[in-house]
């Protein structure tokens, strides 16, 4: 038979299923007690995704369903190996790791973002990474003062 017609990997197969790590930060990889719960989860969930992908008979259709839980595990598995659970701050004088922030920008909008690790930010949902440009420059105020960010400006108005 000739090499045409047997059942060989793909070229697209193959670029589906060899997928690149995802990127392990450079910087400290702390944690919420919440972020730490998170990242346990969906790494539980990805070790299911992995687990029901490989019952797929198809070797190819096995090795394209099987790709994304396998790089999300081992990018989970590193970052829970590097974790480092930061207690829950008590301090509401000076912003800082797990603090809830809100601020008021020169244009008079007022936002609210608790300060988390990189994991866990969703500034959608009300969080932002330690490492974020605005939380850098929050890190260690308190409520009054103000911080530039390019042209404009931020007040600190509360810390709890």
Known sequence: MAVAFTKEESFETASETLLPDRPISPHPN???EAGLQALEQQLKEARA???AASTIDDVN??????????????YLTARL??????PATHNNETVGFGNTVTFRRD?????????????EAD??????????????????????DAVAIGDAELEIISIA
């Open 107 to 119: 244009d008079g909008r007022v936002q609210t973002y608790r300060i988390v690790g990189e994991d």
């Open 61 to 74: 259709e096995r090795r394209r369903h099987t790709a994304n839980p396998l790089r999300d595990a081992r």
């Open 123 to 144: 500034p959608k949902s009300g969080s932002m990474s330690f490492v974020s440009p605005v939380a850098s420059l929050l890190m260690g105020k308190a409520v009054g």
């Open 49 to 51: 995704a992995y687990e």
């Open 30 to 32: 702390l944690v919420t």
């Open 81 to 86: 190996r590097s974790a480092q659970l930061m």
